[in-house]
């Protein structure tokens, strides 16, 4: 991710295996719910398991729930292979 459009992003996410790599990041205007951002990350990201989300921070799981997303950093766990998806 381009650092000079990375700053204005307030919520980032990482590959636990790299921890130090943004893997890719979005701003949070309110309206992001943990669901929404569960099934933004199906979509970008590519893996041959399914994926575990929590917040870098206090290690909270993300879930398929309806309450909006947190401002911050979250790292995303999987076993097996991970990738980008190139169409973005």
């Given at each position: 991710?381009?650092?000079h459009r990375s700053h204005f992003r307030n919520v980032r996410f990482f590959d636990e295996a790299n921890p130090d790599v943004v893997l890719g990041g979005l701003?949070?205007?309110g309206s992001l719910t943990e669901?929404?951002?569960l099934v933004m990350l199906d979509i970008v990201?590519?893996?041959t398991t399914l994926i575990r989300v929590s917040t870098e921070d206090t290690e909270r799981v993300v879930s398929m729930v309806d309450t909006r997303l947190?401002?911050?950093d979250?790292?995303?766990s999987y076993e097996g292979k991970l990738s980008l998806c190139?169409?973005?």
């Open positions: 991710m381009s650092s701003v949070q205007n669901k929404n951002f990201l590519v893996t947190d401002v911050g979250y790292i995303v190139e169409r973005f």
